[in-house]
């Protein structure tokens, strides 16, 4: 095979749950990719991948990154360590997956994005809701002008509370419920409303022993003056949707954020004297962003647009730390 023809060859830095549930098995499915090798915290956990996954283990990401057989790294380490092993990887020459968030400020953003440029190398976050084709319809939708003009934007994404132990718990690490579930309505309001979004309040309830976020709510302006609620956290019971509500109608979409690749997703438009359901093809939205990765991979770096959203919703996340007002929980 040519370079072009031939399978785009993938090393795994990280032996996260994310990566063993979810993100290996469908590289593996995929022409695109081969799995060469894996690298963890411990050589044990790595040579147990490497085993599942049939790859080679590394005894670290050094050992990794020095591989000439790998062209792409995939980044899944705890969130505080991203952009260390993001940009360690993208100084090795390597094309960079990153797991959401790309870092845990705005400030690592631009670094890590202005690198990639630099070296002319794919760099993407692991934000794989943004290519289900349900958003592609629900913006289809509003561009027709179905909705009227809009006026509010909602969105939630709760899970329950998680065990004692999980890192997202673990401020240290880069836990905590804004960068793990609260990014995923930030980029829903930015997907919907388009760019320039900015605070205009928000509430962190944070845990008293060291102020790390469990939930919170906050309150965008979009440049048009649509106002966006938005709630996130690990105290609630599950929810992952959003609606958009216009002066004629209000869409919402019932599985917004982490449908399985089998769902098939739900949207649901409410007129005053109609309710329209409609019901599209089931995709797999981590295999949609994996091609899409491979195509930047291959055209070196590709489209320059996801780092500007990438470093535009953690200069939110920056303004929603300083300015929200926070609610101590014992």
Not at 132 to 153: K, W
Not at 292 to 310: K, L, M, N, W, Y
């Given at each position: 095979?040519t370079?072009s ?9 990280g032996?996260?749950?994310i990566?063993?549930?979810r993100?290996?098995?469908t ?7 081969d ?8 050589a044990k956990?790595?040579a147990?991948?490497?085993?599942h ?8 990401a ?5 591989r000439?057989?790998?062209?792409a790294?995939y980044?899944s380490?705890p ?25 845990t400020t ?40 179905r ?15 998680l065990?004692?132990d999980d ?13 793990d ?5 930030l ?14 309040g928000?509430?962190?309830?944070t845990?008293?022993?060291d102020?790390?976020?469990?939930s ?5 302006v ?12 690990f ?18 979409v ?10 098939q997703?739900?949207l649901?438009l409410?007129?005053?004297?109609r309710?329209?359901?409609?019901t599209?093809?089931a ?11 491979a195509?930047?991979?291959?055209t ?7 780092h500007?959203?990438s470093?535009?919703?953690m200069e939110?996340?920056d303004?929603i ?6 609610v101590?929980?014992?």
């Amino acid at each position: 095979m040519t370079p072009s023809e031939r399978p785009l060859r993938l090393g795994a830095f990280g032996t996260s749950s994310i990566a063993w549930r979810r993100v290996l098995p469908t590289v593996t499915r995929m022409p695109q990719w081969d799995l060469v090798a894996v690298a963890g915290r411990t050589a044990k956990k790595a040579a147990q991948f490497a085993e599942h996954f049939r790859c080679a283990a590394e005894d670290d990401a050094e050992a990794l990154l020095e591989r000439t057989d790998i062209d792409a790294v995939y980044v899944s380490t705890p969130t505080a360590l991203h952009r260390t092993w993001a940009e360690r990887a993208l100084r090795a020459g390597k094309h960079v997956l990153v797991e959401k968030p790309i870092g845990t400020t705005a400030a690592e953003a631009r670094s890590l994005c202005a690198l990639a440029a630099e070296r002319r190398l794919a760099l993407r976050e692991n934000f794989m809701f943004l290519h289900h084709p349900q958003h592609v319809r629900a913006r289809e939708m509003v561009a027709d002008g179905r909705l009227g003009r809009p006026a509010s934007f909602r969105a939630a994404f709760c899970i329950p509370p998680l065990p004692d132990d999980d890192i997202r718990y673990d401020a240290r690490l880069g836990g905590g419920a804004l960068l793990d579930v609260g990014v995923y309505p930030l980029r829903a309001a930015a997907l919907l409303l388009g760019p320039g979004l900015e605070p205009a309040g928000a509430t962190l309830r944070t845990r008293a022993s060291d102020g790390l976020e469990l939930s919170g709510q906050v309150l965008l302006v979009s440049p048009s003056g649509v106002l966006a609620e938005l709630a996130f956290g690990f105290e609630h019971a599950y929810a992952s949707t959003y609606t958009l509500v216009g002066d004629r109608a209000r869409l919402t979409v019932t599985r917004a954020f982490t449908p399985p690749p089998a769902h098939q997703p739900l949207l649901v438009l409410e007129e005053q004297d109609r309710e329209e359901r409609l019901t599209l093809p089931a995709a797999d939205q981590l295999m949609l962003l994996l091609e899409e990765f491979a195509d930047a991979v291959r055209t070196g770096g590709g489209s320059a647009e996801p780092h500007s959203e990438s470093v535009a919703m953690m200069e939110l996340v920056d303004t929603i730390r300083t300015t929200a007002r926070r609610v101590e929980v014992r």
